[in-house]
């Protein structure tokens, strides 16, 4: 019961600061099941709550939290943002720290390392089915701004999957109250720009 309170509490609050943004709360996961499967989606196909939808410069994003179940611990809550895209260089590919105990198999096999130079590579794991594109993609600049972010995330916590339509982008294990909705969000559709552009080719190469 108590749960289901603290759940009711945060709807309402997280529906009041979407709205403010633009966003409208959803009932169920505009993403399919066979979807969020393709993306090697970490967490099961679990409850997801607070689902709001909305437009960022002509792209659908939602926000969405879920319910991380640990084997050793209770449950941790996960706040995730959704970005679909229609048409795009990007392959499909994951991004995840280098550090992290994966509990996700890869669906991809296929690493992408920038050499023993490369604070990227030493800080984070990339695995891409279409190496070549993803080089071309993850540019040296693309790379030296994603290091960058650790002045947003001292941990170096941020993930990304893309599969498909839709990328993934996340911190493992962290959920955000309704207030920081639109910092997170602020955070990572400029992450999602900064990809697009180095993938149309409008910084230097790597």
């Known amino acids: ?6 759940w009711a509490r945060q709807r309402t ?6 709205r403010g943004m633009g966003f409208v709360p959803l009932d169920g996961m505009p993403l ?8 090697g989606f970490p967490f099961g196909h679990g409850t997801f709550r607070n689902i709001e939808s909305g437009n960022i410069n002509g792209k659908e994003v939602v926000l969405f939290d879920t319910e991380v179940n640990h084997p050793h611990g209770g449950p941790t809550l996960q706040t995730m943002a959704a970005f679909k895209f229609a048409g795009s260089n990007l392959p499909d ?6 550090s992290m105990l994966r509990d996700v198999s890869s669906l991809f096999g296929k690493s992408v390392d920038f050499g023993p130079e490369s604070a990227f ?6 695995e891409s089915p279409d190496e070549a594109t993803a080089r071309t993609c993850f540019t040296r600049e693309f790379r ?3 290091e960058g972010l650790e002045r ?4 170096k916590n941020w993930h990304l999957q893309k599969g498909g339509r839709w990328m993934m ?4 294990d962290e959920g955000f109250d309704p207030v920081e909705l639109q910092t997170f969000l602020q955070g990572t559709t400029e992450i999602v720009r900064n990809l697009e552009e180095a993938a149309e080719g409008k910084g230097p190469g790597s």
Do not use: C, G, H, N
């Open 32 to 39: 399919e099941r066979s979807e969020l499967a393709s993306l």
């Open 169 to 172: 982008i996340y911190r493992r």
């Open 121 to 126: 590579s030493r800080d984070y794991s990339l």
């Open 93 to 98: 590919f994951t991004l995840q720290p280098r």
């Open 144 to 146: 030296e701004y994603f």
């Open 13 to 18: 609050a997280a529906d009041a600061v979407a």
């Open 152 to 155: 947003y995330d001292s941990k």
């Open 1 to 6: 019961m108590v749960r289901r309170l603290r």
